[in-house]
T-cell receptor, first 108, second 113 residues
Framework: GQQVMQIPQYQHVQEGEDFTTYCNSSTTLSNIQWYKQRPGGHPVFLIQLVKSGEVKKQKRLTFQFGEAKKNSSLHITATQTTDVGTYFCAGDFNKFYFGSGTKLNVKP | DVKVTQSSRYLVKRTGEKVFLECVQDMDHENMFWYRQDPGLGLRLIYFSYDVKMKEKGDIPEGYSVSREKKERFSLILESASTNQTSMYLC????????????FGQGTRLTVV
């Protein structure tokens, strides 16, 4: 099937440090979505990127879509304990295929 | 508020049993999905339905089947449950245009003993 690779698998940071997760596809995506899953919860939509080179911000979160539309990143500036959770990217391929996720732990 | 409801939060079944996981959405969404979530493997697509009675296989359909007789309901069926199907199962729905977000149910933690 289609593959969306995501790294790293785990990230432990001290509160206030920055965090980045990367998503890579072997084929061109028409769009990419990002989701957050809190511990014990279900994935919740954060944002969608559609255009080549697109950058979107949500407060401390910055999302980028690569020029070739094969990769994307999510960067969190100055993490807080409320950022704890697993972050997933999802590429469409006419269905939603999710990356393996990056589990973020933030130490207060 | 979009609501995707899965029939059970926790389920324990015996090996060989036929298991039904039910999912209902209340927003008239065309697309519905079943995923399983395992540590380190993310969300893997089992089956996808884009209309009533229509289905497509995802990455891991073996051992599963689905049923969509009504637009709002999408059922996942484990014909003969096995221990390697112990997992978290997540249902999701979206409108027909895939350039929109998917809404997830709360998940069903299935344990096969």
């Amino acid at each position: 099937g289609q593959q969306v690779m995501q790294i790293p698998q785990y990230q432990h940071v001290q509160e206030g440090e920055d965090f980045t997760t990367y998503c890579n596809s072997s084929t061109t995506l028409s769009n990419i979505q990002w989701y957050k899953q809190r511990p014990g919860g279900h994935p919740v939509f954060l944002i969608q990127l559609v255009k080549s080179g697109e950058v979107k911000k949500q407060k401390r979160l910055t999302f980028q879509f690569g020029e070739a539309k094969k990769n994307s990143s999510l960067h969190i500036t100055a993490t807080q304990t409320t950022d704890v959770g697993t972050y997933f990217c999802a590429g469409d391929f006419n269905k939603f295929y999710f990356g393996s996720g990056t589990k973020l732990n933030v130490k207060p | 508020d979009v609501k995707v409801t899965q029939s059970s939060r926790y389920l324990v079944k015996r090996t060989g049993e036929k298991v039904f996981l039910e999912c209902v959405q209340d927003m008239d969404h065309e697309n519905m999905f079943w995923y399983r979530q395992d540590p380190g493997l993310g969300l893997r697509l089992i089956y996808f339905s884009y209309d009533v009675k229509m289905k497509e296989k995802g990455d891991i359909p073996e051992g599963y089947s689905v049923s969509r007789e009504k637009k709002e309901r999408f059922s996942l069926i484990l014909e003969s449950a096995s221990t390697n199907q112990t997992s978290m199962y997540l249902c999701a729905s979206s409108i027909q245009d895939l350039n929109t977000e998917a809404f997830f149910g709360q998940g069903t933690r299935l344990t096969v003993v």
